[in-house]
């Protein structure tokens, strides 16, 4: 797991229904919109608690690394950017690890504070909203960080059991979404 130089990245995770309700309570704080985007995630089979996915951002490619401690709700993670030509890693991953899920996102991306608070819809199962901070893996960083996400979560009415623990990759695999 993380050391203290490292960045990690602390997540709260909640599928909404009510996302103007929401988004208007973002920006009626003082949140702002930063981007919109759409993004296609392809995960690959590893095992338990890793995720290796190939994240595609307006023509651009960057391979994530990751393994999430859903008790602690942190991300380790290692990416590499700006892939060039990433057909022939992709077509490697397939053979090597085979395809787990295919996901497209769009995304609405507000910042608030230190706080980027994602509204991501995902056909096939519907919005989600996602506050996630990157700090430095140490305890006043990441104690701040997560009383300043359980205090969003809370005014967003988001409740301890509507937490999703599980990456999009794996949620829409319990679902039996086909790719």
Same mark, same amino acid.
């Given at each position: 797991?993380?050391?203290?130089?490292?960045?990690? #990245?602390?997540?709260?995770?909640?599928?909404?229904?009510?996302?103007?309700?929401?988004?208007?309570?973002?920006?009626?704080?003082?949140?702002k919109i930063c981007s919109t985007r759409e993004e296609t995630d392809t995960y690959f089979n590893t095992r338990k608690g890793i995720s290796?996915?190939?994240?595609?951002?307006?023509?651009?490619?960057?391979?994530?690394?990751?393994?999430?401690?859903?008790?602690?709700?942190?991300?380790?993670?290692?990416?590499?950017?700006?892939? #060039?030509?990433?057909?022939?890693?992709?077509?490697?991953?397939?053979?090597?690890?085979?395809?787990?899920?295919?996901?497209?996102?769009?995304?609405?991306?507000?910042?608030?504070? #230190?706080? #980027?608070?994602?509204?991501?819809?995902?056909?096939?199962?519907?919005?989600?909203?996602?506050?996630?901070?990157?700090?430095?893996n140490n305890t006043k960083d990441m104690n701040n960080a997560r009383e300043a996400l359980?205090?969003?979560?809370?005014?967003?009415?988001?409740?301890?059991?509507?937490?999703?623990?599980?990456?999009?990759?794996?949620?829409?695999?319990?679902?039996?979404?086909?790719?």
């Amino acid at each position: 797991m993380p050391t203290g130089d490292e960045i990690i #990245n602390l997540e709260i995770k909640s599928r909404i229904l009510d996302v103007e309700a929401k988004r208007k309570l973002i920006e009626a704080l003082g949140g702002k919109i930063c981007s919109t985007r759409e993004e296609t995630d392809t995960y690959f089979n590893t095992r338990k608690g890793i995720s290796l996915k190939i994240k595609e951002i307006g023509g651009k490619s960057s391979l994530l690394y990751y393994q999430f401690d859903p008790l602690k709700k942190i991300s380790n993670f290692k990416t590499l950017e700006n892939l #060039n030509d990433q057909e022939p890693l992709i077509d490697i991953l397939k053979d090597v690890l085979g395809v787990k899920s295919v996901i497209s996102k769009k995304k609405v991306i507000y910042r608030y504070k #230190n706080i #980027n608070i994602n509204f991501t819809e995902i056909g096939g199962l519907g919005v989600f909203v996602e506050l996630q901070v990157a700090v430095k893996n140490n305890t006043k960083d990441m104690n701040n960080a997560r009383e300043a996400l359980s205090d969003l979560s809370k005014i967003l009415g988001i409740k301890q059991e509507d937490i999703e623990t599980h990456g999009y990759g794996d949620i829409i695999c319990k679902v039996n979404y086909k790719i």
